[in-house]
């Protein structure tokens, strides 16, 4: 049984960054196949905050995966923003219709939209002119519940459907654990994070150090993405990666004189 939202002619290209085995992709998978046919090109590892690099040095191979006797994959050994051009290029018969990437095992509100290679997936869609959505669980564990995430992901599909995406836009999904409370548009949290290293010393008696810290909000409002989600709602917030500063921009004007 297909429900109505169901079109064959739609190609859903999901995505991820912690990799092709990873519980959130299954989890983002069953609800893009609602919606469409799909195609997983996924990294073969753990991509985590890669942020957009992509691979320039080394080859890019591409091996099958079978994710469950359901669904299959393609295993890209590179990026995340990797898997979405070749995927793009060379990978897909057909080119999709809208790229989903995720879910992720972990926030990215806030400043961690900068470093993470789920919300990259999702960009480099939006630089190729596919209308795309990251999605992540804001509980870092694989066994999270993502029974939200997938409702979230619903109305953002939905959303973009029936909308459409302005060039350039993307969407920015994240989600608490557990059954969806509700979801909200909001706005990336200005934030940062504060003691960040922990120092270690090693079996050969050699210093270490290991990145860690908290999330330092430099922001107030409401419709913060990270004061959204504290509340326990989802948030969905459009962004861009057109990296000008157009404020800034306007009060310029023609050559910068010495
Ligand atoms: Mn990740």
């Known amino acids: 049984m297909r429900n109505s939202e169901y079109d064959e002619n739609r190609m859903i290209l999901v995505c991820n960054d ?6 959130g992709i299954r989890a983002l998978a069953e609800v893009a196949k609602e919606f469409g046919q ?17 691979t320039v040095s080394d080859p890019l191979r591409v091996t099958p995966f079978q994710i469950n006797s359901k669904m299959e ?10 898997c979405i051009k070749l995927g793009h290029d060379k990978l897909m018969k057909r ?9 992720n095992h972990g926030s990215n509100a806030g400043i961690n ?34 029974i939200g995430a997938q409702d979230a992901t619903r109305r953002a599909i939905r959303y973009a459907l029936r909308n459409g995406l302005p060039a350039g836009i993307t969407l920015n999904v ?40 908290r999330l330092e909000i430099l922001d107030e409002g409401e419709d913060l993405d ?13 962004i861009q990666y057109d990296l000008t500063a157009h404020e800034f921009y306007r009060n310029q004007a023609g050559d910068l004189e010495d």
């Not at 912690?18 to 519980?23: A, L, N, R, T, V």
């Not at 080119?95 to 879910?103: A, N």
């Not at 990270?226 to 459009?238: F, W």
């Open 38 to 54: 799909i195609t997983i090109i996924a990294p073969d590892r753990q991509q985590s905050a890669v942020g957009h690099s992509i």
């Open 174 to 213: 994240n989600a608490p654990a557990g059954p969806l409370k509700g979801m909200k548009w909001a706005r990336q949290a200005n934030s940062r994070y504060v003691e960040e290293f922990e120092g270690r010393i090693d079996p050969h008696n050699k210093p270490y150090f290991w990145i860690t810290g």
């Open 113 to 146: 939209i900068i470093y993470s290679g789920t919300v990259s997936a999702a960009t480099e869609a939006t630089i190729l002119g596919y209308p795309a959505i990251a999605v992540s669980c804001t509980e870092f564990s694989e066994s999270a519940d993502l």
């Open 95 to 103: 080119k999709p219709d809208l790229v989903l990437s995720g879910i």
């Open 73 to 82: 994959g393609q295993a890209v050994n590179g990026t995340p923003a990797d």
């Open 18 to 23: 912690d990799g092709i085995f990873s519980p």
């Open 226 to 238: 990270l004061n959204v989600l504290k509340k326990g709602y989802a948030t969905i917030t459009p």
